[in-house]
């Protein structure tokens, strides 16, 4: 079990990233370093620590993960009173064919998105999110 996570920059906001891929949550960092506080973690029951832990203000989380899948992690999320924004992100290819409206509502995300993803689309999600500019 590993948590990485940089210093915060900028308005002070924290970002927890929840993904078993250890590159892509290197990829996460390098995006928002400067901008936000980025927490990590490859293992969602420790992602779900941290959220209780930090109360952030956006959690990024990816759907296909081998311990708990991320649907279950963003229900875990919303049912801990949490109010902070999250982007479900996932290399299924199903993701790019949803009706926006359909799994926004039954994954109680804010956002969903498909890796790979391109760098400046997932800046200006993430920003919009988190009610910054990146």
Not at 107 to 115: C, V, Y
Request: aromatic fraction near 2%.
């Amino acid at each position: 079990m590993r948590v990485r996570g940089s210093e915060a920059d900028g308005d002070g906001k924290v970002v927890v990233c929840i993904d078993d891929n250890p590159a892509v949550l290197e990829a996460y960092e390098i995006l928002l370093k400067g901008h936000c506080r980025v927490v990590t973690a490859a293992l969602p029951q420790e992602g779900l620590r941290l959220v209780k832990e930090l109360q952030p203000d956006l959690v990024i989380v990816d759907l296909l993960m081998a311990e708990m899948p991320g649907e279950a992690v963003v229900r875990h999320i919303r049912a801990s009173g949490c109010s902070c924004k999250v982007l479900v992100v996932s290399a299924n290819p199903r993701v790019d064919h949803l009706d926006i409206s359909t799994p926004l509502d039954s994954l109680q995300a804010d956002w969903i998105l498909a890796k790979p993803f391109d760098m400046i689309q997932f800046l200006v999600v993430t920003s919009g999110l988190l009610g910054t500019s990146l």
